[in-house]
DNA sequence: ATGTCGTGGACGCCACGA
């Protein structure tokens, strides 16, 4: 989001025209307290927020039941107090998380060692809700472009973070509990899902897809359809990444 | 690619985070 509050007209307009079931948002830079729930709730979402006002913050809307608020996640660290980084709801049945990891900042950074440790214990704390649950998404903004086709330029890359080997090995941990890191569909252009607001990045081609949907096998083998809206990235003040949407077959 | 955003705190600008 980029601040929730600074994009509510873009999402308004792209709630009201794609109609989802359900929405994560990341980086939503609102209080629990600031968040607008009676806009929302006029749009017919109901919301479950985790924010703390400036940075981060993330939250699950949704239209269809939202149950099981979990905020934060069992042995979830911090840098060094906790940071509003994920939530998870149940929505008609399924298990939604809605996360957003640590930058990391630089391969030197105490930020980067914090990001390899928070996708750490998401790991951790999925591989015990995967126990006990049957139709999981995690959604969100990982931070980690998992493949080399994922960025607009390995080579631009080179010593950067979202692309190193600790990053990726992370991501692919979290595959290994049995999740299907969804793709996307691009509607034009490359596949990406962030574009930096420096430099034209965005009219330029230079994205990277950061922004995933893991799905458990029990909603992978429902997908439809999966695609980035590219299209929500224009225009008047948009936020640097545009919606990834995943349409599941009825169970 | 380092060219733009958004925030809060203290002011019409800066520091910070991305």
Same mark, same amino acid.
Do not use: H, I, V
């Given at each position: 989001m980029n601040s929730l509050a600074a994009r509510m007209p873009r999402v308004s307009e792209w709630l009201t025209r794609v109609r989802p079931d359900v929405l994560c948002v990341q980086?939503? @830079?609102?209080s629990d307290a600031a968040f607008p729930l009676a806009e929302l709730e006029q749009l017919g979402y109901a919301a479950a927020t985790h924010g703390d006002g400036r940075y981060n913050g993330v939250a699950i809307l949704s239209r269809v039941g939202l149950e099981r608020v979990d905020r934060g996640f069992a042995g979830e660290p911090g840098f060094p107090e906790l940071e509003r980084r994920a939530i998870a709801a149940t929505c008609a049945g399924v298990r939604v998380w809605s996360i957003y990891a640590p930058n990391g900042r630089s391969l030197e950074s105490p930020h980067l060692v914090y990001k390899l440790a928070w996708l750490r214990a998401l790991r951790a704390a999925l591989e015990h809700e995967l126990a006990i649950t049957d139709g999981l998404a995690v959604c969100g903004d990982f931070n980690v472009a998992p493949n080399e086709e994922d960025v607009w330029d390995p080579a631009a890359f080179a010593g950067s973070t979202h692309v190193s080997p600790a990053e990726r090995e992370a991501i692919s941990e979290l595959l290994g509990l049995g999740l299907t890191d969804v793709q996307p569909r691009a509607l034009k252009g490359a596949p990406f899902t962030y574009w930096d607001y420096r430099a034209g990045m965005f009219h330029r081609g230079c994205g990277m897809r950061i922004d995933l949907m893991l799905l458990d096998r029990a909603l992978a083998s429902r997908v439809q359809d999966a695609y980035i809206? =590219?299209?929500? =990235? @224009?225009?008047? @003040?948009?936020?640097d990444h545009a919606p990834v949407v995943v349409e599941l077959k009825p169970a």
């Open positions: 980086e939503t @830079k609102l809206d =590219r299209d929500a =990235r @224009k225009g008047a @003040k948009p936020s």
